[in-house]
């Protein structure tokens, strides 16, 4: 198939369009690089350099038809969404509907859009299914559910079938390309980076939490993993409508088990500081993925701690100041 990613300099759209290509699709990447990277680029592959918020601009990319639109372009930041909520809705919600827009104009005949676990927020029961009701906590989450809603309404008016994925939390890397946003927010790459340079620190929020170890449990799931789950949402026979899957590993992991791994991966010793915990983080966030696996056949292989932590640490170390160096 011929496919648009958006975000395709961004950590997952990078690695999914290794894989896409490697199953012999032919990829064109939109982005605009506002948190993408140019290093992530694989050579060869044509891109349309913009931002999703120019109407005209996606109009023009999507002049030339493509098959399918895999959708990854998004700010994520979801301590930053509270604080400037209208910098997501403009870009998040604004840039999707420019690119649904575009997408049913041009006749795409399937789409398939990064969503999140943030869009359950802090469910009651475990593991989390698609069933569950979707409430989020932020306005990050609450700009992906708009899409969702959006991308539902859209397929449903112009007839193609779409999915929405949504991603727990993801990690790893693979030998080219890894995980750098600026800042940090995420566990495993702060972790690691602080093993780099001690002088950062590393702190664990709450170990009070009613938890077996008394830290939180949340979901991992490795970026080949999840780029896989692209490739097969892409090539799966299509559904009308749209189509919504958990992507995680189904195990869950506590902060104490990723720094027993990472000690592990790294032989570093790992000696975070203890604060206390920081509001709005449920103590167990993990999810139900039978219907991935049903539907798609997904089965997230690399998603355990040792690969995981394996993976990113040789990332981190052989790429210090991440894309940089
Ligand atoms: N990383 C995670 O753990 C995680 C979890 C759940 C969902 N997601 C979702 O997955 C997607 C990818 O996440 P990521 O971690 O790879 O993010 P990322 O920041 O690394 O990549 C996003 C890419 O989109 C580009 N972009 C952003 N806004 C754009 C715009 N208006 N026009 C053109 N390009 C634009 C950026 O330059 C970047 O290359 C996002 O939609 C995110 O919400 C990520």
């Not at 990277?37 to 109009?59: I, K, M, T, W």
């Not at 469910?123 to 559910?145: C, Q, S």
């Not at 079938?161 to 890894?178: I, K, Q, W």
């Not at 995980?179 to 664990?204: K, Q, W, Y």
Request: include cysteine.
């Amino acid at each position: 198939m011929k496919v648009l990613v958006t975000g395709g300099a961004g950590y997952i759209g990078s690695v999914t369009t290794r894989v896409l290509l490697a199953r012999g699709h032919e990829v064109e990447i939109l982005d605009d690089f506002s948190t993408g990277h140019r290093e992530a680029l694989p050579p060869g592959v044509p891109l349309h350099e913009g931002s999703l918020l120019d109407a005209g601009f996606v109009d023009r990319v999507l002049a030339a038809p493509v098959d399918a639109v895999l959708h990854f372009a998004a700010f994520s930041l979801v301590g930053e969404s509270a604080v400037r909520p209208l910098k997501y809705y403009r870009n998040n919600v604004g840039g999707s509907v420019n690119l649904l827009d575009a997408a049913a104009r041009a006749g795409v005949r399937r789409f398939v859009f990064s969503s999140t676990a943030a869009v359950y927020g802090e469910p009651d029961e475990m593991p989390i299914t698609e069933h569950a009701p979707t409430r989020p906590v932020n306005p990050y989450g609450h700009t992906k559910l708009a899409i969702e809603w959006a991308l539902a309404d859209t397929a449903a008016a112009a007839g193609f079938p779409a999915v929405a994925l949504r991603y727990f939390n993801a990690c790893g890397a693979t030998p080219e390309l890894g995980e750098d946003h600026e800042p940090e927010t995420h566990l495993i790459p702060r972790l690691l980076r602080s093993l780099l340079d001690p002088a950062a620190g590393f702190a664990v929020f709450g170990d009070d939490y009613p938890t077996p170890d008394g830290t939180c449990i949340r979901d991992y799931v490795h970026v080949a993993d999840l780029a896989e789950a692209h490739a097969l949402a892409l090539e799966a026979d299509a559904r009308p409508g749209l189509s919504v899957y958990n992507l995680g590993s189904e195990t869950g992991a506590s902060v104490r088990e990723i720094l027993a791994a990472a000690a592990a991966a790294t032989g570093l010793p790992v000696e975070p500081r203890i604060e206390p915990r920081r509001p709005g983080d449920p103590a167990r966030l993990v999810a139900g993925n039978a219907r991935a696996r049903r539907d798609l056949g997904w089965r997230p292989c690399r998603s355990d701690l040792p690969t995981i932590l394996r993976d990113a640490w040789d990332w981190h170390r052989r790429h210090p100041r991440g894309y940089r160096g």
